[in-house]
Nanobody, 122 residues
Framework: QVQLVESGGGSVQAGGSLRLSCAAK???????IGWFRQAPGKEREGVAA????????FYAASVAGRFTIAQDNAKNTVNLQMNNLKPEDAAIYYC????????????????WGQGTQVTVSS
């Protein structure tokens, strides 16, 4: 059973930075590990994802150039470095894992973490 635990959420002012971590256990194959977010009243959206074996990242246009997803193989984590945060980035961020084709589509992911809150004040 794949297990995912997120950490690193918090509150920051616009323009600031946060780093989210996803501790992933029992992943297999060339799984995708993705970060999704959901703000109140909005649909869940894919933010960034990476293939664990090929190490290929993919970003939503809204975060490209500001967010970086990377694996830390020594710690079995997938980290999301978020820079130049904007108020519209505020949401609950979820880590997910799956054998995906479309890396930012939530229905491609079978395993989900509990989520971590990110608040960005203007």
């Amino acid at each position: 059973q794949v297990q995912l635990v997120e950490s690193g959420g918090g509150s920051v002012q616009a323009g600031g930075s946060l780093r989210l971590s996803c501790a992933a256990k029992n992943t297999y194959g060339d799984m995708c590990i993705g970060w999704f977010r959901q703000a109140p009243g909005k649909e869940r959206e894919g933010v960034a994802a990476i293939r664990t074996r090929s190490n290929s990242p993919f970003y939503a246009a809204s975060v490209a150039g500001r967010f970086t997803i990377a694996q830390d193989n020594a710690k079995n984590t997938v980290n999301l470095q978020m820079n130049n945060l904007k108020p519209e980035d505020a949401a609950i961020y979820y880590c997910a894992a799956g054998l995906c084709d479309r890396m930012l589509v939530s229905t491609e992911y079978q395993y989900w973490g509990q989520g971590t809150q990110v608040t960005v004040s203007s």
